[in-house]
């Protein structure tokens, strides 16, 4: 339907590891004029689970993270591979970081994180009928779980204290759907 009015001179890839890997390209703009334009590719799918339990309680992780030098509270999250089912990696990362087993489940969104720099792309799924048993994160996670009311993390969406993308996309999105059933 629309036209790319991108044109690509060459590629030279940059980066690369088992998570992402960099290619900058030279290119002319849609104004005609010489730039180079830097791709990140991500090599899984990004996943965020918002478990709800009948009480309208949300399970979020708080996590040290590396790339903001900061603590950061979001709800469960973590990598598709590609080719794989996005709700098989959903409920093997909600059980990883929390220990909740959830019986039924829905997609909420799919959603580009930041796709001015790169091709990430994101599912957030709803996990509700929630079961508890112990929790299994990966050595690289230091995770603190925390029971809280929706309402509760709505709040510190609006004040800026969840700021992860998947979080505050699937916050909003379920507060939304719950608005609209209750109108």
């Known amino acids: 339907m629309h036209k790319n009015p991108w044109t690509i001179i060459s590629s030279s890839p940059i980066y690369d590891n088992n998570w992402i ?23 899984n799918l990004a996943i965020g689970v918002v478990a709800l339990d009948e009480e309208r309680n949300i399970y979020l992780v708080g996590q040290y993270r590396f790339t903001l030098d900061a603590y950061s509270w979001e709800i469960p999250e973590g990598g598709s591979p590609l080719g794989v089912d996005p709700l098989d ?18 997609k909420l969104l799919d959603i580009h994180l930041s796709n001015s720099v790169s091709d990430e792309k994101g599912y957030i799924y ?15 996670e230091e995770l603190q779980v925390q029971k809280i009311a ?3 993390a709505y709040q510190m969406v609006l004040d800026g204290t969840i700021t992860d993308s998947l979080s505050v996309a699937g916050i909003l999105r379920i507060k939304i759907l719950l608005a609209e059933k209750t109108t």
Do not use: C, M
């Not at 390209?25 to 590719?41: E, F, S």
């Open 126 to 140: 709803l996990a509700t009928g929630l079961e508890f048993s112990e929790a299994e994160p990966e050595e690289t």
């Open 21 to 43: 890997n960099v290619v900058e390209h030279k290119v002319i703009n849609p104004a005609g004029g010489d730039g180079v334009y830097g791709k990140v590719h991500f090599k």
């Open 150 to 152: 929706l309402e509760q």
């Open 89 to 106: 990696s959903a409920k093997r990362e909600l059980k990883e970081e929390t220990g909740i087993i959830a019986r039924d489940w829905k």
